[in-house]
């Protein structure tokens, strides 16, 4: 089983709608959650982090932990063309970093 | 200004050939870090380094090494390359103390073993 687990995709959605992203993770000592963006062709930039459960929001963006269940959401509102690149979820424990596969969005004008 | 560079963003060579891939960050930070993404998305950690310690992921062969001449700066070297290693090669940086969390990572090195 891997770390973390995160639906491929591609997910394709009409500009303005609510994006949902999820990811779950099997080790329960994990306590930082990531969200990267990647573009295609470029290198991840991070979009925000949350410390154990809870939400986190940065403008369009919502991230959420259920440490409960294990599962890492990213929320986007009213979503823009801008918006369309491959997310990557990710966890930290120590030294050792584990990153989803990544879930590709397209955003429809 | 680029924060984390990388040299040469392409790379195309053959098998059995040994080759080196150049990192560099402006940002201060103290760890460093090199990823390989494979065809798939999938970025798969492959060292951690700063001024006190060298963290290696043990799937990665030995073929590859860590090489860094200052802070600012962590070169990938790789020996005997394989068709297998084949991939985009990410080089990161982060500030000690944040666990890791705020990575900032390069524009990314394609590498085609033929």
């Known amino acids: 089983q891997k770390e973390v687990e995160q639906d491929p995709g591609p997910l394709s959605v009409p500009e303005g709608a609510i994006v949902s992203l999820n990811c779950t993770y099997s080790n329960s000592a994990f306590q930082y959650f990531m969200w990267y963006r990647q573009y295609s062709r470029k290198g991840p930039e991070l979009l925000m982090y949350?410390?154990?459960?809870g939400n986190k929001e940065d403008g369009r963006f919502t991230a959420q932990v259920d440490k409960s269940s294990k599962y890492i959401s990213l929320f986007i509102r009213d979503s823009q063309p801008s918006d369309s690149a491959t997310y990557l979820c990710a966890t930290t424990r120590g030294n050792q970093f584990y990153f989803g596969t990544g879930t590709s969005l397209t955003v429809i004008p | 200004d680029t924060a984390v560079s990388q040299t040469p963003k392409y790379l195309v060579t053959q098998m059995g050939n040994d080759k080196s891939i150049k990192c560099e960050q402006n940002?201060?930070?103290?760890?460093m870090y090199w990823y390989k993404q494979d065809s798939k998305k999938f970025l798969k950690i492959m060292f951690s380094?700063?001024?006190?310690?060298?963290?290696i992921n043990e799937t990665v062969p030995n073929r590859f090494s860590p090489k860094s001449p200052d802070k600012a700066h962590l070169n990938l070297h790789i020996n005997s390359l394989e068709l297998g290693d084949s991939a985009v090669y990410f080089c990161?940086?982060?500030?000690?103390?944040?666990?890791?969390?705020?990575?900032?990572f390069g524009p990314g090195t394609r590498l085609t073993v033929t």
């Open positions: 949350t410390y154990s459960s």
């Open positions: 380094y700063n001024n006190k310690e060298l963290i």
């Open positions: 990161a940086s982060s500030q000690e103390g944040t666990g890791g969390v705020e990575q900032y």
């Open positions: 940002l201060g930070h103290d760890t």
